[in-house]
C-alpha cells in the first residue's frame, strides 16, 4: 500500500517527466501559450496577444535599449498592431522545464521570422490561478562564433555614437 502511494505522488508531482503527471499538463498548457502568442502577433490582436503576458512582465528586445515592463512594449507595439499587422515569429526546437511545485516554468525556442532570420526567444513563465503568464521575454538573435568579432566592431561603433535625444542609454 505504502508503495502505491509512493508511485501516485512521484505521478502526480509537478515537474516530473512522467507520462500523465501534472508537469505534462503544465507543460502542454505553456506551449498552447505560447503557440498563441506568436500567433496573435501574427493576426495583430493586441488585447490576445498582450493578455498573455504577467502584469509585471518583461520583454527584452534584441536591441540593448530595449528593456519595456508590459505596458510600455504595448505602448510601443501599438502602431504595429493597430495598422494590422505585427510581427510573425515561427517557433521551432523549444526547450520547456517546469519547476518542482508547477508555479514557474522557463523555455527557449528557435525562431524562423521574416524581418530577423533565425532569432531565438526565451523566458520565464509564472502561473497565475489557473493561468501561466510570461513574466519575460528575451528576444535574441544567435550569431555564428566565427562571425562575432565583425559583429563586435559593430556594436562597439554603436556604443561610442552619440546617443540621439530621447533614447535610452
Known sequence: ??????????????GSDKPGDQGADARSQINAILDDWHA???????????????????????DATERWTRDEFRKWAHPYFAKGKAWSFKPRDRHLTVAPGGQV???DEMLDTPNLGL???S????RDGDHWRIAQY????????????DVK????????????EGEKP
Open 123 to 126: 523566458g520565464v513563465l509564472v
Open 138 to 149: 528575451n528576444l535574441s538573435v544567435p550569431i555564428p562564433n566565427e562571425r562575432f568579432a
Open 40 to 62: 496573435q502577433a501574427a493576426k495583430a490582436d493586441e488585447a490576445a496577444y498582450f493578455r498573455h503576458m504577467a502584469a509585471d512582465g518583461v520583454f527584452l528586445g534584441t
Open 153 to 164: 566592431k559593430v556594436l562597439d561603433a554603436a556604443a561610442k555614437a552619440p546617443k540621439k
Open 119 to 121: 532569432a531565438r526567444g
Open 1 to 14: 500500500m505504502m508503495a502505491c502511494a509512493i508511485v501516485m505522488a512521484l505521478l502526480l508531482t509537478p
Open 105 to 107: 516554468a522557463w523555455f
